[in-house]
């Protein structure tokens, strides 16, 4: 038996496929790029809800950067 400590975080997730970001993720031709922008699209919706701390929001920031660079 495990605790609610060990259940994962769920969230209601909702798409709008009307959107430019998630026609240019459907059109990216290399799967890596396409992870890489859905990562960065879904952190950003956490982000914006608060949801988005710790060694997460680090590797978010990290990442944003390296993509400016």
Excluded: W
Excluded at 41 to 68: C, H, V, W
Aim: hydrophobic share 35%; no cysteine.
């Amino acid at each position: 038996m495990f605790g609610m400590g060990n259940m994962p975080e769920m969230y209601n997730l909702i798409v709008n496929t009307n959107s430019e970001l998630v026609n240019d993720i459907l059109n990216t031709k290399t799967k890596k790029k396409q992870e890489r922008l859905i990562n960065q699209s879904l952190d950003l919706a956490r982000l914006s809800q608060g949801l988005l701390k710790g060694e997460e929001l680090t590797n978010f920031i990290k990442r944003s950067y390296d993509m400016i660079k």
